[in-house]
Nanobody, 121 residues
Framework: QVQPVESGGGLVQAGGSLRLSCAASGRTVVHYTMAWFRQAPGKEREFAAGINWSGSTLYSDSVKGRFTISRDIVKNTMTLQMNSLKPEDTALYYC???????????????WGQGTQVTVSS
């Protein structure tokens, strides 16, 4: 079993930055993909960014150029640096662990509880 735990959410003004972290406990996730999804109230969960074991990354069009995903294989951790935040980035952000880098949430096996990001205008 793998248990992802997110941290780093909070309240920020539009144009500001936040850094989210995810620590995966239970067993090593070195050969897994780690990703961030987000879900705003009344909306479906959507993919934001993902990174596989070799460092290949995938971003949604809505965050490309503003968010940067990275991971530390040895520490079993992942981070999401979010810059130029917009009010529409407000959501509960989830860390997910799976086998492949895809945008489909059904492809991920393990999920954290989420961390709230709120961007004020």
């Amino acid at each position: 079993q793998v248990q992802p735990v997110e941290s780093g959410g909070g309240l920020v003004q539009a144009g500001g930055s936040l850094r989210l972290s995810c620590a995966a406990s239970g067993r090593t996730v070195v050969h897994y993909t780690m990703a961030w999804f987000r879900q705003a109230p009344g909306k479906e969960r959507e993919f934001a960014a993902g990174i596989n074991w070799s460092g290949s990354t995938l971003y949604s069009d809505s965050v490309k150029g503003r968010f940067t995903i990275s991971r530390d294989i040895v520490k079993n951790t992942m981070t999401l640096q979010m810059n130029s935040l917009k009010p529409e980035d407000t959501a509960l952000y989830y860390c997910a662990v799976g086998r492949l880098v895809t945008m489909e949430y059904r492809d991920y096996d393990y999920w954290g509880q989420g961390t709230q990001v709120t961007v004020s205008s």
